[in-house]
């Protein structure tokens, strides 16, 4: 988008003197806003407004017993506007929107300045003052994102350029439908079940790079997407079982907190993007509101086979590991798209075997693969029998050599990662907790952007890392950069771009000094990064920094 707007200053330049000479225009009084004008996308309230009839309503056709009329609605584009929709308790600061955008029967507010939510690309759901709310970011928001991809991938900006669509760069309306229904399905989740959401820290006992996993995962893709092309009867039985076949060898060989982490996951992120799929299902033939139509790219809802078509297509190149999701084929983002994919297809498939599901689900302890096994209910021969099939053909499967590939790669790049945090240009920061009686770590972090090097040490990265100690000492990331957490040492450490000289450690500092043989209190503001120790030893190693943490005396 900034490069588009470059384009058009430059246009504007071109035109001439003349241009440049005209007087200012004042719009008569009658003309001008008397609201706050929308700085957060139309578009988004017009969609949301397409789909909350749909979800809202006592009989709603995508999850019976989800009624989402009491879910608000925040749309936010960071640093810059959030518009809330229906709060019954708005904070601070918002005022009610006057202008022509209206959401049927809700109360739209907004509030320029700093937002709620300041990343990037946050769709999810929050408590916003005392009250579960859908959350999803303005499209321009998820576009910054990708520029600054772009911007950091390594290839010539010539190639680059090249890939870059249209459609890259403005959102598919029928994404958006679903995005909406998909964060508002997560506040009906959290108040349903709330003790079934996954457990992230569960990621540290996961085999990322195991061979035998990826390629089941790819196996399970295959069987998922015929039993969902299958027609009803014997032939979809037989995919089901095929599928459970493989998904249960697969599992024999997970630590039991893997397969935690799975059920975890397909519950909550695969049964909202299940809730995706069904949309495309129940808005066929239905008729839109006038405003849709100014969205760019809807064209109605009266063929949406294609939107269902394109999610299993999805399902099927996630789980074979064909999607790079954050950048990253070796850290946890795949694992854990993989299992939105997973979960969605889980439930479709469940559409298909049994009508009862939807309730049994938000039970404590029922997952998705147990519900299908009670609707086949396979033998062990049948289970058996599939299990040898899929044994044959994997022989001599390049996929399989594909995954060996990955594992080799990703040990590799691991490895790097590791040195480069330890010993890379730039000033390393470590803190040291070993001498704390209470070896407790708070970690804030994205779920896709982790990478366990060992059954010690974990990497964090992708957003800033918050990290916060037993004796209230804290790291707080303003920027992202890779941190690296080592449990059996206790320390947690990370680099900075630069190396930053003992001056600017002492001009940093907010607590007068910065270095010192005694402990004492430390806070220092350094480049994208606040660094609060309530009792340590500093010293400087190189061009590396050593926070000692110390038990403070009572």
Request: proline content about 9%; some cysteine.
């Amino acid at each position: 988008m900034s490069l588009r707007h470059g384009s058009l200053v430059a246009a504007v330049l071109a035109v001439g003197p003349e241009l440049a000479a005209s007087p200012p225009v004042t719009p008569p009084a009658s003309a001008r806003p008397t609201t706050i004008p929308l700085r957060v996308a139309p578009e988004l309230i017009a969609e949301a407004a397409e789909v909350w009839p749909v979800i809202s309503g006592p009989e709603n056709p995508v999850w019976p017993g989800w009624q989402a009329s009491g879910t608000p609605l925040l749309f936010y584009l960071p640093g810059e506007q959030d518009v809330l929709v229906n709060h019954p308790r708005p904070p601070a600061g918002f005022v009610p929107y006057q202008g022509p955008v209206r959401f049927p029967g809700g109360r739209i507010l907004v509030r320029d300045g700093d937002t709620i939510v300041a990343t990037d690309g946050q769709n999810t759901s929050l408590d916003v003052n005392g009250t579960p709310t859908l959350v999803v970011a303005d499209p321009l928001s998820a576009l910054r994102q990708e520029v600054r991809a772009l911007l950091e991938d390594p290839r010539p900006p010539a190639e680059k350029a090249r890939g870059i669509g249209f459609r890259d760069l403005s959102p598919d309306p029928y994404d958006q439908l679903a995005l909406i229904v998909h964060e508002a399905f997560h506040v009906f989740q959290n108040r349903a079940a709330p003790d079934k959401q996954a457990d992230e820290m569960l990621l540290l006992h996961y085999p990322v790079l195991s061979v035998e996993n990826n390629a089941g995962f790819a196996e399970e893709g295959a069987a998922l997407a015929a039993a969902l092309r299958s027609d009803p009867g014997p032939a979809l039985r037989a995919a089901a079982v095929r599928w459970l076949a493989i998904r249960k060898g697969r599992r024999a060989l997970l630590p039991k907190e893997a397969v935690a982490y799975e059920d975890g996951v397909e519950f909550t992120e695969g049964l909202a993007k299940y809730t995706e799929y069904r949309l495309f299902e129940v808005l066929e033939g239905r008729t839109p509101r006038p405003e849709i139509w100014w969205v760019r790219g809807f064209r109605g809802y009266a063929d949406l086979s294609p939107c269902r078509k394109q999610l299993v297509t999805m399902m099927e190149r996630h789980m074979r590991g064909e999607v790079l999701v954050n950048g990253d084929p070796y850290g946890t983002a795949p694992l854990r798209m993989r299992l939105y994919y997973s979960g969605m297809a889980v439930g479709v498939l469940l559409d298909r075997l049994s009508g009862e599901w939807k309730t049994r689900i938000l039970e404590p302890e029922t997952s998705l693969t147990s519900l299908v096994e009670s609707a086949v209910h396979p033998d062990g021969r049948e289970l058996h029998d599939a299990a040898e099939m899929v044994r044959k053909e994997r022989a001599g499967d390049p996929l399989v050599a594909a995954k060996r590939r990955l594992a080799e790669e990703g040990r590799a790049r691991i490895d790097a990662m590791v040195s480069t945090i330890e010993h890379g240009p730039g000033t390393g920061i470590v803190v040291d907790a070993s001498a704390l009686a209470d070896p407790k770590v708070s970690l804030a972090f994205t779920p896709f952007g982790i990478t366990v090097v060992d059954e010690d040490r974990t990497i964090f990265a992708q957003v800033p890392v918050r990290a916060r100690f037993a004796d209230g000492s804290e790291i707080v990331q303003k920027e992202a950069m890779p941190l690296l957490q080592d449990k059996k040492r206790r320390r947690i450490s990370f680099r900075l771009p630069e190396v930053v000289s003992a001056e600017a450690l002492a001009d940093a500092s907010r607590e007068g000094r910065w270095e010192g043989r005694e402990p004492h209190a430390v806070r220092v503001l350094l480049p994208g990064v606040e660094v609060i120790a309530a009792n340590a030893v500093v010293e400087r190693i190189g061009k590396d920094i050593l926070v000692s943490l110390r038990q403070r005396r009572n």
